[in-house]
Each structure stands twice: as structure tokens, then as C-alpha cells.
């Protein structure tokens, strides 16, 4: 049953990130929550090995279900026939750096729709600083 519990267990956090990514909620939002589901679930084995950190929640998000989305993107932007890039620049306040954000937009033939999505981040103090030799290595 340990097993049971433990994959359940690992559902449940799982679901209480994709809860926190959608509704915009903060990684430290998970703090406390593993004795709020203890207490409000007392009898509950699932919630007596809940245990999800906001570091935990982070990786979760970043590492475990990011990947998965983004190779849904790749394969759904294979598949149309239309893609736009769009950038917006501006400054970090907190790094001092300029940065670009690339949004995609494609045409989703399954859903039969124009599409957005946020697709990466780039600091353009990385980039600028970049030789090119240093381009022409990390291309090969």
C-alpha cells in the first residue's frame, strides 16, 4: 500500500502545481500546505505524505512539467503551415540587462486556430557579448 500511497501521494502535488501555475499563484504559496492538508484530511494517507516545498513546486513546474509542454509546442508548430516570432525587448530592473521575450504564433490545425504562446527568455547582455568565433563554435 505504501506504493499506492506514494504514487498518490506524488499525483496530488503534482495537481496542486498545475492548480498554482493556472491560477497564477506563488511557489511560496505552498509553504504550510502540507499541515493544512494534514489537518484538514486527518484520515487521509495522501495528505499524511503530501510533501510539496516551494522549492519543490519550482522544479516541479520547471524541470518535470515545462518539458512537456514545450515538446507539445514543438510538435504542434511542426505541424502548421503558418509560425510568426515576435519580440519584445526591455530592461531587467533587477539585472540591469536588457532582455527579449519570444512569443510564437501558429495556426493549430487540430484546434483550428490561431495560437500564442510564450516561447523563451533571453538576457541580451548574453547574447551581445557573444564574439563571433564564439557563435561560430557553439553552431558546431
Known sequence: TSL??????????????????KSHFSFRSCVGL?????????DSQ???????????????VNY????HFQQ????????????SLSFDESLNDV???????VIIHFWNAIAKKIEVHYLELY???SILALTQNEK???EN
Open 136 to 138: 561560430i563554435l557553439l
Open 46 to 60: 495522501i495528505a499524511k505524505s503530501f510533501q510539496l516545498s516551494k522549492t519543490k513546486c519550482s522544479y516541479l
Open 34 to 42: 502540507n499541515d493544512l492538508f494534514r489537518t484538514m484530511f486527518h
Open 72 to 83: 507539445e509546442l514543438v510538435v504542434s508548430t511542426k505541424q502548421s503551415p503558418y509560425i
Open 95 to 101: 539585472l540591469q540587462e536588457k532582455e527579449m521575450d
Open 4 to 21: 499506492v500511497t506514494g504514487k498518490s501521494s506524488v499525483k496530488a502535488e503534482i495537481i496542486w502545481t498545475l492548480k498554482a501555475v
Open 123 to 125: 538576457l541580451q547582455l
Open 64 to 67: 518535470g512539467i515545462a518539458p
